[in-house]
């Protein structure tokens, strides 16, 4: 069972709210008469792809793929695996690639270069959370939601060992529990 009585919340899920309504605003900008394909990085990147394709009035459809994680430890090995791969072929498309958490920076430098070898007319990336402490690659997001030191934080569709993804924020997950 998953202990919750010592989480403390870093981000609410209001401040997500609005933060998630300003980079909706951004990207139609940016992408104004155009369509896009939302890929949305599967598990924790769902709940946030939720909420910002609600803010977002722009032509789009939503694709998924998952890629292999952490499980329960929090350290990024580094070996990423395509688990579950798009549907559609996304030549000559807009992509905007929804993510969590950027960390390592591993997973995305992957997912960027397996995506753009597929010919998409553009390829950008949207990130809830940023942990540029702990980058061991050279990437960025294009829209970022909020940069946070080095914490390892569960809730809003993060995960610690599957649990704590229903929470409503962004909490810190206390060293005792890792
Ligand atoms: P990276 O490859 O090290 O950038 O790690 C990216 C992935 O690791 C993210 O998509 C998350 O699934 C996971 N991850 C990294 N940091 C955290 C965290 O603080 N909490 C939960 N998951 C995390
Ligand atoms: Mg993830």
Redesign the pocket.
């Known amino acids: 069972m998953a202990r919750t009585e010592k989480l403390e919340e870093l981000i609410s899920n209001d401040e997500i709210q609005d933060r998630a309504k300003e980079l909706a605003e951004e990207i139609e900008r940016d992408y104004q008469g155009r369509e896009i394909v939302i890929v949305c990085?599967l598990k924790?990147?769902f709940i946030f792809t939720a909420d910002l394709i609600r803010y977002l009035s722009l032509p789009s459809q939503v694709e998924f793929l998952a890629?292999s994680?952490?499980g329960s430890s929090?350290k990024?090995s580094?070996v990423?695996k395509i688990i579950k791969d798009l549907d559609v072929n996304i030549q000559g498309k807009d992509v905007l690639l929804v993510?969590?958490?950027?960390?390592?920076?591993?997973?995305?430098n992957y997912l960027k270069e397996n995506l753009k070898s597929r010919g998409p007319e553009s390829l950008k990336i949207c990130t809830l959370?940023d942990?540029p402490d702990?980058r061991?690659v050279d990437i960025h997001a294009d829209y970022v939601g909020f940069v946070i030191d080095d914490?390892?934080?569960?809730g809003y569709g993060?995960?610690?060992g599957e649990n704590y993804r229903n929470l409503r924020g962004v909490n810190l997950?206390p060293e005792e529990y890792i």
């Open positions: 990085v924790g990147a890629v994680s952490y929090t990024s580094g990423i993510e969590d958490i950027v960390d390592t920076g591993l997973t995305l959370l942990k702990r061991e914490y390892f934080v569960v993060l995960d610690y997950l």
